[in-house]
């Protein structure tokens, strides 16, 4: 059991039957009455955004949550295939369950693979990966100095915007949480 006066950003609590990531916890002390905490919550399956205040005597359950380690082994249509590198035990998922993560998977890259009750609610990828430039316009001379951007298409089909100096063919670092442009490795 978690208290409610113990919670802090980036716990995991059971909120009528459903689990829950803490995003942000706010604990208030008034100067008359109880001590309470104002919580924001993410639903770990569904994404839904949850906002409460509760006392700090209140107390929940945590999660039958387990966290593995996982291959992404390839994509077959609308499913995409990962394997246990230690029981080679494989998994499919859909690309609802995996969402925005999966504008970034490459074959063989590890990830892990949340699974609530045993069943998978959700991927975390590694937080950057480096992807190579499959299409994006040429760039121009004296385009750089504007600080300007253009789309590119990486080699997974993810779209980003990147500096015009970019080329087709460039290994580009990409921050998987925003989906956003890093910096350029090398020419593939």
């Known amino acids: 059991m978690i208290g409610a006066g113990e919670f802090r950003a980036g716990m995991k609590v059971e ?5 829950y990531l803490i995003v942000d916890a706010v604990h208030v002390k008034p ?7 104002r919580t924001k919550f993410r639903n770990l399956r569904t994404g839904n955004q949850l906002e ?8 929940f359950d945590e999660p039958d949550i387990e966290e593995r380690r996982l291959q992404f082994l390839y994509q ?3 499913d995409f295939h990962f394997m246990d590198s230690q029981s080679y035990d494989q998994l499919s998922l859909t690309a609802r369950q995996l969402g925005d993560s999966r504008k970034f998977l490459k074959e063989h890259m590890e990830a892990v693979v949340m699974f609530y009750k045993g069943k998978p609610i959700g991927v975390t990828l590694p937080n950057f990966v480096e992807l190579v430039v499959s299409d994006t316009d040429p ?3 004296g385009d750089t100095a504007t600080g300007g951007t253009k789309p590119a298409t990486m080699e997974t089909g993810a779209v980003i915007k990147v500096p015009f100096h970019i080329n087709v063919g460039d290994l580009l670092k990409i921050d998987t949480r925003s989906g956003e442009y890093v910096e350029r490795m ?3």
């Open 52 to 59: 409460r205040t509760h006392r700090v005597v209140e107390k």
């Open 15 to 19: 909120i009528d039957g459903e689990p």
């Open 76 to 78: 077959q249509g609308e």
């Open 31 to 37: 100067a008359k009455g109880g001590a309470f905490v």
């Open 186 to 188: 090398k020419s593939a």
């Open 139 to 141: 760039g121009g001379r």
